[in-house]
């Protein structure tokens, strides 16, 4: 912590440019959001970076509930037989499951605790719940006026990661999974469609985040789908995130569950499911997304808290005016809305040097900062600084003004920081029509060269998994994703990489 | 399903007098709450379940929130090895617990799948996280401008079951776990005492069930507990249902988990913390608080959806007019408030015929039951039946008499359900000072005879532990527990099973 009179160049060390997976770490930390617990490979999500995720959930809950889906809890543990139903299902997820075999702990020969009562079949703790949830569905399910059928569901999920990231990969995340159940295939494809853009608009209205819908490659599918749609953005370092999924299932987990219902005509046939979900990963992509050398920067709808009012007392005697006269504000703008919610403001009372505390809401990327000392008070002023813009970049305003303006200032970041992360995308995004500048841009050796170096390459594809292989090992790029309707260039060309025809351009780039 | 005029006696077979336990699975199955899953001992919450608990959590978050806590996410596993720190603790829920064992799965010499990568130490699925979070307070606390640390979680729960019933006792269950840390004893235990208040009001308040505050007797304490508080309702059954408990943990985990910080003098000093929680067994108390042989009643506080309209078509000419109408008293009843929130109102639209549509709300408790036909529409009138009144109870009202007093019913039948479950609880706690009258009161031969069986029976009792595992032995029954402050009764006696001295009555009764 340091007062603004000291003010390092910069708050977070590393810088981006000085190292990227470092600075982000050293992100997380100065805004105290999460932290590796000493269960491996497990996180604890602190209160900020958890009110963070609340925004996200009450903002993605009322979308999901004011399209006709409803919530609903299923079990935490999938018995093995389940998992062993659908074939691809089970290889995607055997590698990193949680298994429970035990239910019982007793005392050793040393007096060690140790697992007793064995189960007769072990349990997996879920990776995500298309079996389990099947399973109920082809319960509940028996005429096509049971259809269709939208459940969610908000639950911790386990798979067992290796070489973790707080937020990004963790051996247990947060998510949200949407399972639904539909006559026709139009109708869950729909469906799929539809979650897909909620997810879009949620990406890019709430978290500020530009996407791109696309299609994933049969390669880069959820194991068990027919179909799955993703929407992509980009980080700061130019590489790829994964955002949310959105999967059309076909029969096939209809047909392992036995998920069938009688038509009007009398037939039986079976369902057609769909699938999708985000998780807590949101909270590393927003970072990423905006964050600066100063710490994070939180898009105004996600913010726990909009302003903070920072009081600067330099005297005893001043205290009880001054803070009275922060409270009077707080109360004033919590009358005021930002897209039909009342603001979030909160007091700053603690017993600090202001410049610790300053940096301290710097850090954790409060939108507006706003200080009343002595001087604003006589003068019903007080200054503000808005935190996309310089550290030091202030205005100050009469209170009476401030107050019907406050919202509009955070109009103004939300939609500012939209625009940087679209514009930066824009930057990086390159049409590629040789093997040459592909290799070129992904090279390892140009990383110095950002002119040249990475990004999204938007290029042709023969639609090979063997070709997505080979780039994957030559660059360590995938496929991102088949760019869906306007995003997409929807031009045939020659595959640069084996010269066939391409129906259209996909994107490739390096990916967390 | 049946329709109006062919109304069975009563809609849940077996009554509460016929069978209770019955009853009581009877009651869940026709509101669709919830069912047991293919994974043993796990229950799946159907959507009306489901929408009862976020209810539920919504209300009792605010109330966590406006005092200061914050919530937070700590990891689904606990190492083995933290476990093994505080004895008391372990020895209370090593009985229980699901052990995680190995990581991945693969296919053994049959091609069946079987667990693979053992663990180098077994995780236990968190049965309650005072130990993993004791050791982030560890790390988290350094001085004592640290304290208070007031942190609440929302998570699931597994605690192995054999015998299970659905909401009451599970294998896997949701609940909030508040954990606290305090640096003197005298605050932690106002914490402990401030909580439990919390549950007290919100019990009576929102759940419109009345509860006795107490303290656990040492037998019945939370293993690691200094003291365990708890309120205590009565079910229709007369058996006790322990609602929420809040505990007072002295220096135990701070001991075990080294949860130390420097106080102003610069010594360095063990924290004192507090734990406290509900559960999603509170909405089994819901039910068999309030619910009636026709189904589910719910407090309007707790119901997903407060009004139901339902419109009654007998042409299809009237179906557009009559449905314009049923939305447009829909839209009205929106704008009104029932203790500041909008009124949760649904049109049921569903092509059913009206004694199904109005059986299947009576039977999910829907406190208001509107009903609208041509002739309503046409006077602009309705018709309107209250769930705590007898099914054919019913009112004509015009639609602009009923609107502005919508919410005064359902305040009334919240009111109402408190009032009947008060003068129930009162009308079977009984003083008892006689070992003979005990006994009689709880013999199982007397089961038949209600008014001299069963209940909550209050009495003096001289301290012992043996004492009420020989009342355990010979009638099932437990200390509920030693009444506070005015529920109590503070008066000395003579406990009536050993003839020495008591300082109060307590709660005697059976449980679930």
Redesign the interface.
Known sequence: MSDSSSKPRHAIAPTRAEDYPEWYQQVIRAADLAEL???RG??????WG??I??RMQAILDGKFKAMGH???????????R???KEAEH?SGF?????????????AGEQG????ASPLEE????RPTSET?IG??FAQWIHSYRDLPLK?NQW??I?R?EMRTRLFLRTS?F?WQEGHTAHRTAAEAQEETARMLEVYRQFAEEDMAMPVICGEKSPRERFPGAVQTFCIEAMMQDRKALQAGTSHFLGQNFARSSHIAFTDESGQTKLAWTTSWGVSTRLIGALIMAHSDDDGLVLPPQLAPTQVIILPVIHSDASRAPILEYAERLQQDLQQKHFRSSPLRVEVDKRELRGGEKNWEWIKKGVPLRVEVGARDRSNEELTFYRRDRETKARQSLKREIFIPKAAEELEEIQDQLLRRAQIFRDQHLLKIDSRETFYEFFAPQNREKPEIHGGFACTHWNGSSALEEQLQRDLGVTLRCIPLGESGEEEKGICPFSGEPSPRRVIFAKAY
Chains 1, 2 share one sequence.
């Open positions: 617990s000493p269960v497990c996180m604890v999500i602190k209160p958890y009110a995720w609340e409803k919530n609903a809890y299923f079990p935490l543990f999938i018995p093995l389940y998992f062993q089970i055997a590698k990193e499951c949680a298994v429970v075999t035990h239910s019982r702990l007793e060690q605790l140790q697992p072990p349990l997996i703790v389990i399973e109920m459940i639950a911790n386990v067992w247990e947060l």
